[in-house]
Every structure is written in structure tokens, then in C-alpha cells.
């Protein structure tokens, strides 16, 4: 019969023993790697308390020394060879390795207000650069619509149309969805207030008046700014990673006037007209809730509603829908010239474009509520 047994399948042992001049001695053999040490977990103990009482150390029987057998002497140690020690010279270089190695301590982090105002001034030398590209791509939309009103013949009529039914039609399904949901809470939430006042017809005052002056505009404003804006960044993004707007550069063919221009003059029409829609399909919704809730019929409804909202709220509603629209294109515009052919910043810039039109349109907004504050009022 022939053994089988190899020198990594010896156990690990740790014996005590005299040297010639009476001093003890921890001698250690076998195979100190993980597979061995797994099967006997006294010896992290015993390594320790041996550890503590500076006694030499004989390693030479140790048949196999692996990273895991290693580490455990090693801590056991204190993290340092002991004084009198001997080893194998293959041995002796997993630890030289670590004797070696400096851990440098981690600082806690310093508070530096210079880096404060640092950061500071690039946020702001970043947004007034933003801030110009934008104000020159507002100046370029307007010499081209000086341009075209002189060569009525090259107004780029089917762009136009193209982004009207994107923008416009593609997107009647979602206004109205949400319009006339949102309707149907305010009008339910504002009857359960009324209820307690005894003031349940002027729920229509409520409604015609939130919905047309400022809600209206602003949720078409919200839905398109996510919706269209984000697609026209992306649209010119992909342009620019395909290398579309190269092509068009090397054909003469100007950006903004096939590109900018088009779709500035389709939002700033169709948002009016989403609003108008938004705000009618949640009037709907309210009224609808009004006639369950309260028990205000629909005819009285639309013979009430004239008389609670003067005309000049609709005015208002679409002239700030008219400037959403506008900001919104403008903005989609100048995110999708900013980025770089590359995938990362096609995500990152989309994502800009939607946070920074909506942000704009919440802006804009609260400046009309501001200019138009006494005016429409019944």
C-alpha cells in the first residue's frame, strides 16, 4: 500500500519545546495554509497566548505557508517579526511583504471654505455661460424670422408641420388624461371645504379660475417640457452622434433655421392650444365631480362659469403658454448643441433639458402670477 497522504494535507501542530541553552521555543509544522487551519481553530488562540510572552519561534519545520497562515501569525505578532525567529527563506517573504508596507493613517476631512468658493465660482461661471449660449441662440431664432419674413419661400413649412404633430397632436392622449383627472381632485377636495360653509356653488368660481388662468397652462407646459422636450434634445444628440449636423454644416445648410426654428415656432403654437384643451378636459372633470358630489348640474355649470372667470384669464393663460412653449423649445435646443458625440452625455444632457424646462415654466409662471396679479379678478 503507498501512502497518499502530500505535504498539504499534514494538520498544523504548535509544540513547546527546550533549545540547547534551556530556553523555550514555540516550533511549529505541517501545513499552515487555509484549508488546514479551517479544521483546527484553537490554534489562533494558542498562536496568541505565546505571542504575548516574547518566546523565540522555529518555523523550519512548516512544510506549506500560504497568505492565510501567513496573516494569522502575522496579527497574532502584533503585526511585526518576533525577535528571534527562523524560517524558510520563501516563508520569510510573505511577511517581508507586509513588514515593508506602510498603511498610511486616513485624516479626517478638513473643512477648506476655499473650496467652498471654488465650487461656487464654477457653478456660477457655468450657469452665465449657459445664460449666453442661450441668449445667443434667441438672438440667432430672431434675424432668422427677420430673415424669412424677407424670403417668405424658404420657411421650412414641413419641419414645422412635422413638429406641430409631434409635439401637438402625439400628445392630446396624456393632456387630457391627466387634466381631467386632476380636475375631478380639485373639485372633489374644494366640495369637501365648501360643504362646511355652505358655499358649494363657488366650486365653479374655484375651478374656472384655477384651471384657465394657471393650472391648465401650466400642467400642457409640465407634460409637453417632459414629453417633446425631451425628444427634440435628444433628436439633435443623436444628430450629433451620428454626425448628421456635420453633414448639414458641409452642405451649408443652417442649423437653426432647419433645426432651432421649426421647432420653436411649433411649440410656441400648439401649447396654447394644448392648454385650452388641458383646461377644458379638466373643467369636464370638475364638473363631473361637481355634479356628483355637490348636486350642481351641468347646465348650471356652464351658465355660471362666464360670469365666475372673465375673458382676460383665457388671454392670460395663453399668452404665458405661448412663452412656455418658447422656452421650452429654446431650451431643448440649446441642451441637445451641448452634447458630446458620446452615449453618456446624450443621458446626461436629456436629463438637463426636461429639469431645466420645467424649472423655467415654474419660473415664468409665478412671474405672470406676479405682473397679473389684479388682473381678471371677478
Request: proline share 4%; hydrophobic share 50%.
Amino acid at each position: 500500500m503507498t501512502d497518499t497522504t502530500t505535504n498539504q494535507d499534514i494538520p498544523p501542530t504548535l509544540e513547546v519545546v527546550k533549545q540547547d541553552d534551556e530556553q523555550q521555543c514555540v516550533k511549529l509544522s505541517g501545513s499552515w495554509n487555509l484549508r488546514s487551519l479551517v479544521t483546527a481553530p484553537a490554534l489562533n488562540r494558542t498562536i496568541g497566548l505565546y505571542a504575548a510572552k516574547n518566546m523565540s519561534w522555529d518555523m523550519r519545520s512548516v512544510e506549506v505557508l500560504d497568505s492565510a497562515g501567513a496573516l494569522i501569525l502575522w496579527k497574532a505578532w502584533g503585526k511585526r517579526l518576533p525577535v528571534a525567529v527562523q524560517m524558510r527563506p520563501e516563508h520569510l517573504r510573505l511577511f517581508e511583504r507586509w513588514q515593508v508596507q506602510i498603511i498610511p493613517k486616513s485624516e479626517p476631512a478638513k473643512y477648506n471654505l476655499s473650496l467652498v468658493i471654488k465650487y461656487l465660482r464654477q457653478v456660477l461661471a457655468n450657469f452665465r455661460g449657459q445664460l449666453l449660449q442661450l441668449v445667443t441662440l434667441l438672438g440667432q431664432l430672431v434675424l432668422d424670422s427677420g430673415y424669412l419674413l424677407l424670403h417668405p419661400g424658404e420657411i421650412p413649412w414641413s419641419e414645422i408641420s412635422i413638429s406641430i404633430y409631434e409635439s401637438g397632436v402625439r400628445a392630446l392622449g396624456i393632456t387630457a388624461l391627466v387634466g381631467f383627472l386632476i380636475g375631478i381632485v380639485l373639485s372633489y377636495l374644494s366640495a369637501l371645504q365648501l360643504k362646511i360653509f355652505g358655499a358649494e356653488i363657488y366650486i365653479i368660481d374655484i375651478l374656472g379660475l384655477s384651471i384657465i388662468r394657471e393650472l391648465g397652462p401650466l400642467l400642457a407646459a409640465i407634460l409637453v417640457a417632459g414629453r417633446s422636450g425631451s425628444a427634440m434634445t435628444a433628436q439633435i444628440g443623436i444628430m450629433r452622434v451620428t454626425e448628421e449636423l456635420d453633414a448639414l454644416s458641409a452642405m451649408g445648410i443652417s442649423h437653426s433655421l432647419r433645426l432651432i426654428f421649426p421647432k420653436v415656432m411649433a411649440l410656441t403654437m400648439v401649447l396654447p392650444l394644448l392648454s385650452v384643451w388641458t383646461s377644458t378636459m379638466a373643467l369636464i372633470g370638475g364638473m363631473f365631480s361637481a355634479q356628483t358630489t355637490l348636486d350642481i348640474s351641468y347646465q348650471q355649470f356652464f351658465l355660471k362659469l362666464p360670469d365666475a372667470v372673465p375673458l382676460v384669464n383665457l388671454l392670460i393663460g395663453l399668452g404665458k403658454s405661448a412663452v412656455f412653449g418658447l422656452m421650452i423649445a429654446l431650451i431643448a435646443c440649446h441642451f441637445g448643441f451641448r452634447i458630446k458625440p458620446n452615449t453618456e452625455s446624450l443621458g446626461n444632457e436629456t436629463t438637463n433639458s426636461v429639469v431645466a424646462a420645467i424649472t423655467v415654466v415654474i419660473m415664468v409662471d409665478a412671474v405672470f402670477a406676479i405682473l397679473f396679479m389684479n388682473v381678471g379678478m371677478p
